[in-house]
């Protein structure tokens, strides 16, 4: 999966927390929100308005991202309320770090059949 069929997959599924996100899907579609925030912040400072068109980006794209970090949860086999384990301090980045960057469960899972199709 390419980074352009990533971010329209995540966009198209804006308020879509069932079913399960590949990794591709997961990272690229970080990645682009990661970016386009850099620019839009770097742009902010450029022509001075105080980052508010970063800020109304980010929180238009605040829950297509809500919702594939959820469906890459599922994908590994985890509920998407793990989350929430990203609000404890260090650790609890470095344990999602970990289930985000597994594979896909292989098979159909509770939440799903595998978005590989394997």
């Not at 599924?13 to 839009?40: C, H, M, P």
Request: charged letters at 15%.
């Amino acid at each position: 999966m390419n980074i352009q069929e990533s971010v329209l997959t995540c966009i198209n599924k804006y308020f879509d927390f069932t079913g399960r996100a590949r990794r591709s899907e997961y990272w690229w579609f970080i990645l682009a929100v990661y970016v386009v925030d850099v620019i839009l912040t770097a742009l902010g400072r450029k022509i001075g308005i105080f980052n508010v068109l970063a800020s109304l980006v980010s929180l238009a794209l605040l829950i297509p991202s809500l919702a594939v970090n959820w469906r890459r949860m599922h994908d590994v086999g985890r509920s998407g309320a793990w989350f929430f384990i990203n609000f404890l301090p260090i650790i609890g980045n470095i344990i999602y770090l970990v289930f985000a960057v597994q594979d896909s469960q292989p098979g159909s899972n509770q939440y799903g059949p595998n978005p590989k199709g394997n």
